[in-house]
């Protein structure tokens, strides 16, 4: 079955850059989908096909895809982007969602 | 406001049953795919089982095929997760959730609340 990796936690001072990657065989021929989830709530989708961000989502998401590992980039980050952010793929030979194990991002 | 809403999550045995129910408003339930996404307490997230917005395709994930059924109710505006034989590694809060494109290979733009649900003696 597919596999999506990603690093538990990234650490990033206010006002740099966050990336979080996520690994998976031939992810660049996959569309990736990135949720942001804040303890307690449900996630919230923040990039969908690997780049685009739906409505009411800041400039400073932003996302790629290529080879064996896609990124979330979160631009001048705040302290009110500290979550957990899983990225997504529909593995098609399996007919199966996947997610990654998550990553928590802490703002220093 | 468009929104997903789930309920009937509970306690339950092991080895008993519960039906998840996903109730929509502010959109037409019946022109979407549906998904129902896991998360057992303190960890990542866990997706379950979809169906296509005319039943057309329904999907598990290998952890609970042949336990769970997912059904729609178009008419009702809702979605169904009957769960049989009900494990403790089942215990989680179930989100519904509904793709955002025509297919599964589309991201969820919309998620519910949450339910929780308990299997323990």
């Known amino acids: 079955s597919y596999v999506l990796t990603q690093p538990p936690s990234v650490s990033v001072a206010p006002g740099q850059t966050a990336r979080i990657p996520c690994g998976g065989n031939?992810?660049?021929?996959?569309?990736v989908h990135w949720y942001q989830q804040k303890p307690g709530q449900a996630p919230v989708l923040v990039v969908y096909?690997?780049?685009d961000r739906p409505s009411g989502i800041p400039e400073r998401f932003s996302g790629s895809n290529s080879g064996n590992t896609a990124t979330l980039t979160i631009s001048r980050v705040e302290a009110g982007d500290e979550a957990d952010y899983y990225c997504q793929v529909w593995d098609s030979s399996g007919h199966h969602v996947v997610f990654g194990g998550g990553t928590k991002l802490t703002v220093l | 406001e468009v929104q997903l809403v789930e309920s009937g999550g509970g306690l339950v045995k092991p080895g008993g049953s519960l039906r998840l129910s996903c109730a929509a408003s502010g959109f037409t339930l019946s022109s979407y795919n549906i998904n129902w996404v896991r998360q057992a307490p303190g960890k990542g997230l866990e997706w379950g089982s979809s169906i296509s917005s005319s039943s057309s395709y329904i999907y598990y994930a290998d952890s609970v095929k042949g336990r769970f059924t997912i059904s729609r109710d178009n008419a009702r505006n809702s979605l169904y997760l009957q769960m049989n034989s009900l494990r403790a590694e089942d215990t989680a809060v179930y989100y519904c959730a509904r793709g955002a494109g025509a297919t599964p290979v589309d991201g969820f733009d919309i998620w519910g609340q949450g339910t929780m649900v308990t299997v323990s003696s």
């Open positions: 096909d690997d780049s």
């Open positions: 031939n992810i660049g021929s996959k569309s």
